[in-house]
C-alpha cells in the first residue's frame, strides 16, 4: 500500500508539527490519512515504527533537496553555497532533520532508530557533491561547505545568504590554491 504509507507518513508529519510525538496518537494519524488504525499498525507495526518511518523519510527529503541544490546552474562554489544554504533552511524547518544534522534528539521527536548520525550524514553530503560536481570540486571543499552549513545549524546566527556563503567558499578556494 505505497498511497496509504505515504498519506499515514504525511499525517503522522502534520501531527507532529502540532503537538509533541509523545502526544500523537495512532488513532488520530489514521483518521488524517482516511485509513483504518488495523491498515496503519499492519503498514508500520506501531508507533514506533511510524516515528523511524518518519525519520527516514525526512532524512530522504533533506538529501534530495541536497541533489537539487546540486543541480542548479552555475559554478562549484555557486552549487556548493546552494547546499550549504539548503541544509541551514532545511534544519530551521524541519525539527528532524536539525536531529539529523546535530544529533540532538529532543524528547518531543520520535526516536530515530537506526538513523544516520551527524557525521555520516555530513559525509554523505559530501560524497554526493563530490560525485556530481566531480572533476571541478574536491572532496575538502565539498566537506568544508557541508561542515560550514552546520555550524549555522549549531549556532544559529542570522541565516547567511547565498551571497555571503559563495564569497566564503570561494575564499577558502583561493587560499587553498594559494598553499
Not at 540532538?104 to 538513523?115: C, E, N, S, T
Not at 566531480?134 to 552549513?149: G, I, N, S, T, Y
Amino acid at each position: 500500500m505505497p498511497a496509504a504509507r505515504e498519506t499515514l507518513l504525511e499525517a503522522a508529519g502534520a501531527a507532529l508539527a502540532a503537538r509533541p510525538w509523545p502526544a500523537v496518537r495512532m488513532v488520530d494519524v489514521a483518521a488524517a490519512a482516511g485509513v483504518s488504525r488495523q491498515t496503519l499498525y499492519n503498514e508500520f507495526g506501531g508507533k514506533s515504527g511510524l516515528g523511524r518511518a518518519l525519520v527516514r523519510r525526512e532524512g530522504e527529503r533533506y538529501l534530495e533537496g541536497v541533489e537539487r541544490a546540486l543541480t542548479v546552474p552555475g559554478r562549484t562554489a555557486e552549487r556548493l553555497a546552494a547546499v550549504a544554504e539548503w541544509t541551514v533552511r532545511a534544519a530551521r524547518a524541519y525539527p528532524l532533520v536539525r536531529a539529523l544534522l546535530t544529533g540532538f534528539w529532543d524528547p518531543d521527536l520520535p526516536a530515530a532508530g537506526r538513523a544516520p548520525g551527524p557525521g555520516e550524514l555530513a559525509r554523505t553530503v559530501r560524497d554526493r557533491a563530490v560525485a556530481v560536481l566531480m572533476p571541478a570540486a574536491d572532496a575538502e571543499r565539498c566537506e568544508l561547505a557541508v561542515r560550514l552549513a552546520l555550524s549555522y545549524v549549531v549556532a544559529p546566527g542570522e541565516e547567511p545568504g547565498a551571497g555571503e556563503l559563495l564569497r566564503l567558499l570561494s575564499a577558502q578556494n583561493r587560499t587553498a590554491g594559494a598553499r
